[in-house]
């Protein structure tokens, strides 16, 4: 159990992440703009990253509520990808030097439009099958079970983010070691998980640990660059291995022209995330970490 003044702190975060996801899920045909889904999607995240830290035993039909929102973001995920796919290729089509540029990325953005229309009716199906059980139950806290414990709350806060930290940064010298796709896009999510328990538990500082925070959104923003851009890829890949088998050399060379232009962005994005997390890894973050709270360096940091 979290002593008094944590569970306090944590349950105040609730409110306001619910709050912000019942603003979004309120809106109008929030599942048809591009940009309300994106919010729904990261909102939902940030609201599983509080319940992730609370007392669940503590809080009325958690772990229904906690499966609900992963199952929200997983059937966003589709759609919210293939509207990255659409945004850069539109980008690409803007800046096309010659008409038969053009036209391949006309044809790749008619392809891409085809899946995300399919991809938007079957999250619609599956929207209307997850049917969100009554958010609002979750701050229908009675009481708090043997809520004071012998811990200052920047000791119980460091409790929470610990496991998180060694679990977001203790890989990174093997992801900078290796490029791949998948394991970056792992390791994304665990920082994502780390930023989002730090910005939860942010008023149990005693100094602003924005600077952990501001290298916490370098990294996830260059990894979700890369993630974007090897999906992108892969997908490209797809379509040539198509357009070959139908005997279509030409939009084939264009469709390898625009993998070469993605594959090198792909490469650029993952050497800047090399050369941001070399220097940081769990220890040196866990020190700044510490240090913000107001917590003593302990030995094996030291």
Same mark, same amino acid.
């Given at each position: 159990?979290?002593?008094?003044?944590?569970? #306090?702190?944590?349950?105040?975060?609730?409110?306001?992440?619910?709050?912000?996801? !019942?603003?979004?899920?309120?809106?109008?045909?929030?599942?048809?703009?591009?940009?309300?889904?994106?919010?729904?999607?990261?909102?939902?995240?940030?609201?599983?990253? *509080?319940?992730?830290?609370?007392?669940?035993?503590?809080?009325?039909?958690?772990?229904?509520?906690?499966?609900?929102?992963?199952?929200?973001?997983? #059937?966003?995920?589709?759609?919210?990808?293939?509207? *990255?796919?659409?945004?850069?290729?539109?980008?690409?089509?803007?800046?096309?030097?010659?008409?038969?540029?053009?036209?391949?990325?006309?044809?790749?953005?008619?392809?891409?439009?085809? $899946?995300?229309?399919?991809?938007?009716?079957?999250?619609?199906?599956?929207?209307?099958?997850?049917?969100?059980?009554?958010?609002?139950?979750?701050?229908?806290?009675?009481?708090?079970?043997?809520?004071?414990?012998?811990?200052?709350?920047?000791?119980?806060?460091?409790?929470?983010?610990?496991?998180?930290?060694?679990?977001?940064?203790?890989?990174?010298?093997?992801?900078?070691?290796?490029?791949?796709?998948?394991?970056?896009?792992?390791?994304?999510?665990?920082?994502?998980?780390?930023?989002?328990?730090?910005?939860?538990?942010?008023?149990?500082?005693?100094?602003?640990?924005?600077?952990?925070?501001?290298?916490?959104?370098?990294?996830?923003? #260059?990894?979700?660059?890369?993630?974007?851009?090897?999906?992108?890829?892969?997908?490209?890949?797809?379509?040539?291995?198509?357009?070959? %088998?139908?005997? $279509?050399?030409?939009?084939?060379?264009?469709?390898?022209?625009?993998?070469?232009?993605?594959?090198?962005?792909?490469?650029?994005?993952?050497?800047?995330?090399?050369?941001?997390? !070399?220097?940081?890894?769990?220890?040196?973050?866990?020190? %700044?970490?510490?240090?913000?709270?107001?917590?003593?360096?302990?030995?094996?940091? %030291?």
């Amino acid at each position: 159990m979290h002593p008094a003044d944590l569970a #306090i702190l944590l349950h105040r975060a609730l409110e306001v992440r619910l709050a912000r996801l !019942q603003e979004l899920l309120r809106t109008d045909d929030w599942a048809a703009e591009a940009e309300q889904l994106h919010q729904v999607r990261v909102s939902s995240r940030r609201l599983g990253a *509080v319940l992730d830290l609370v007392d669940a035993e503590v809080y009325p039909g958690h772990k229904g509520q906690r499966r609900a929102l992963k199952d929200l973001v997983d #059937i966003l995920g589709l759609p919210r990808e293939l509207d *990255v796919h659409a945004e850069f290729l539109k980008a690409r089509h803007l800046e096309a030097a010659t008409p038969a540029q053009a036209a391949v990325l006309e044809h790749l953005l008619e392809g891409v439009d085809h $899946r995300r229309a399919k991809a938007r009716r079957a999250m619609g199906k599956a929207l209307e099958r997850l049917r969100l059980p009554d958010l609002r139950r979750l701050l229908d806290v009675r009481a708090l079970q043997q809520p004071f414990q012998a811990t200052s709350l920047q000791e119980a806060a460091w409790a929470c983010l610990e496991p998180r930290v060694s679990a977001a940064l203790e890989p990174l010298p093997a992801l900078v070691a290796h490029e791949d796709p998948a394991a970056l896009h792992k390791g994304r999510v665990r920082l994502k998980k780390l930023r989002y328990a730090v910005e939860a538990l942010e008023s149990a500082f005693a100094e602003s640990p924005e600077a952990v925070l501001g290298d916490l959104r370098a990294l996830q923003t #260059i990894l979700g660059e890369h993630h974007d851009l090897a999906a992108l890829e892969a997908l490209l890949w797809e379509v040539e291995g198509e357009l070959r %088998a139908r005997t $279509r050399p030409t939009l084939c060379a264009g469709v390898l022209d625009l993998l070469g232009t993605v594959a090198e962005a792909r490469r650029a994005a993952f050497d800047r995330f090399a050369a941001l997390a !070399q220097p940081l890894g769990s220890a040196v973050l866990a020190r %700044a970490l510490r240090a913000a709270l107001g917590l003593p360096l302990e030995e094996t940091l %030291a």
